[in-house]
């Protein structure tokens, strides 16, 4: 990092301008001391990859492209700054879509050179957990959070936010990959969580028996590929039999074992550990039902829930500059040399 950079310590309002491009949203925020979010500007590409039923890679980068400028631009005019007020610049740097990734990724390195302000890696999955914090500042440690994403089924323990331990994860499918999946067989569409929410308001939980998957280890591990399988064998065997399947139940009764196994995977957890809160983040985390199953079993345990906003459950930027404040105060710079790891983990 340039040695003309002068470093703001924690007594100091602290400027960041954050980007998120990961997957199939261009995003870009402003933030003050981390949770205060002067601009959230998000623009979806949600339409554009409808048609294919997912998120196509390479049209999902070149929007991002022709997105993120523009974003930035009004990021900082909403938050009533310009590019010279700002201290740090952050960018997610995985998990994710590689070519998504190196677009936001490219576009902070040059702000951070030009700027001379440092540049932030920001860990994408550490994004959607602290968009908790954004709107609930004051949740007690230890707490754990249940991360669920498209790509992600995590089981977390935090003593502190410094650091964490893994309980549990996906062996196979994460859970927003199974709606996205069951979705698109069952032709509802893209995105296949808000989807199957939709079409499960007005059906039956119990119409079809579905399995949940059990673990011979006891671990506190989740898998959704043989309820998946089940789902589409229980489709094909209706429509050989000529049997008119009620889209309803089908939707209610698949969101009711997966939120199951999501679950009761946490209230074990919950129960082995002295906790004080428990958390939900990503995409998943904003599928009404499973906010009402965990916040009752939360309550008779009388364990503090809490959960983001709709705006913060999907992809944004200002989950990732609330994470990069936290960096920035332990000096946890990036090289100019980083590149894009679409694997990274926790």
Do not use: W
Request: with cysteine; glycine share 6%; hydrophobic share 45%.
């Amino acid at each position: 990092m340039n040695s003309k950079i002068n470093y703001k310590n924690k007594e100091d309002d602290i400027f960041i301008l954050a980007l998120e491009s990961s997957c199939d949203e261009t995003a870009a925020s402003v933030t003050k001391n981390g949770l205060e979010v002067l601009s959230n500007v998000v623009s979806s590409q949600v339409e554009l990859h409808k048609k294919f039923g997912g998120v196509v890679p390479e049209i999902a980068s070149r929007k991002h492209l022709e997105l993120l400028l523009p974003v930035i631009d009004e990021a900082l005019e909403k938050a009533g700054l310009e590019f010279a007020d700002l201290d740090a610049v952050a960018a997610t740097y995985g998990p994710g879509l590689v070519g998504g990734l190196l677009v936001g990724l490219t576009a902070a390195k040059a702000i951070s050179l030009s700027l001379e302000i440092p540049l932030i890696a920001v860990n994408h999955i550490a994004g959607h957990i602290y968009a908790n914090f954004i709107d609930n500042p004051e949740i007690k440690k230890p707490l754990i959070c249940l991360t669920i994403s498209g790509g992600h089924t995590d089981l977390l323990y935090f003593e502190d936010l410094k650091g964490y331990e893994i309980l549990g994860r996906t062996r196979d499918d994460a859970a927003g990959e199974a709606f996205d999946k069951i979705a698109r067989y069952m032709g509802l569409g893209y995105p296949g969580g808000p989807a199957i929410e939709k079409a499960a308001q007005n059906g039956n939980p119990e119409a079809v028996d579905f399995p949940r998957a059990v673990m011979n280890d006891n671990s506190f591990d989740f898998s959704f590929s043989g309820l998946k399988t089940a789902v589409m064998n229980y489709i094909n065997n209706q429509k050989q039999k000529n049997i008119k399947i009620n889209k309803a139940d089908l939707a209610a009764s698949f969101q009711e074992a997966v939120i199951d196994s999501l679950s009761s995977k946490l209230l074990e957890a919950v129960e082995k550990y002295n906790i004080k809160s428990v958390v939900l983040s990503g995409g998943v985390a904003a599928n009404q039902r499973l906010r009402e199953i965990v916040a009752s079993k939360m309550k008779e345990l009388e364990i503090d829930f809490y959960y983001p906003s709709l705006e913060l459950c999907t992809d944004n930027a200002a989950m990732i500059g609330a994470v990069a404040y936290y960096q920035y105060l332990d000096r946890d710079f990036a090289s100019l040399a980083i590149s894009a790891d679409p694997s990274l983990k926790l």
